[in-house]
């Protein structure tokens, strides 16, 4: 069992920055790859980064390249999303999810997740 609490999410101007966290408790942590998906009102939940495992590997969607990075503490079973450049466009709920595989984009693919954080982005 693994259990996902994401802080960090708030009010910026866009072209600011934010740094997303996601807490995790449970023994396996470091076992599971970690993924960061969104949910704006009235759409479907988007991927938007993943991490391997080790930290060794990642990606990212389209929409994100470039702005975003994705990253982990293993000691400290934690995930971080920071966002930089930020645009009105990714106003959404964030949530971190866990896998037991990594490679997928899509939620069926994750086994648990967070409550979600608010980031809205002002123009």
């Known amino acids: 069992q693994v259990q996902l609490v994401e802080s960090g999410g708030g009010l910026v101007q866009a072209g600011g920055s934010l740094r997303l966290s996601c807490a995790a408790s449970?023994?396996?942590?470091?076992?599971?790859?970690m993924g960061w998906f969104r949910q704006a009102p009235g759409k479907e939940r988007e991927f938007v980064a993943a991490?391997?495992?080790?930290?060794?590997?990642?990606y990212y969607a389209n929409s994100v390249k470039g702005r975003f990075t994705i990253s982990r503490d293993n000691a400290k079973n934690t995930v971080y999303l920071q966002m930089n450049s930020l645009k009105p466009e990714d106003t959404a709920v964030y949530y971190c999810?866990?896998?037991?595989?990594?490679?997928?984009?899509?939620?069926?693919?994750?086994?648990?997740w967070g409550q979600g954080t608010q980031v809205t982005v002002s123009s």
């Open positions: 991490i391997r495992w080790s930290g060794g590997s990642t």
């Open positions: 449970g023994r396996t942590f470091s076992s599971y790859a």
């Open positions: 999810a866990a896998a037991p595989v990594y490679g997928h984009r899509t939620p069926e693919w994750y086994d648990y």
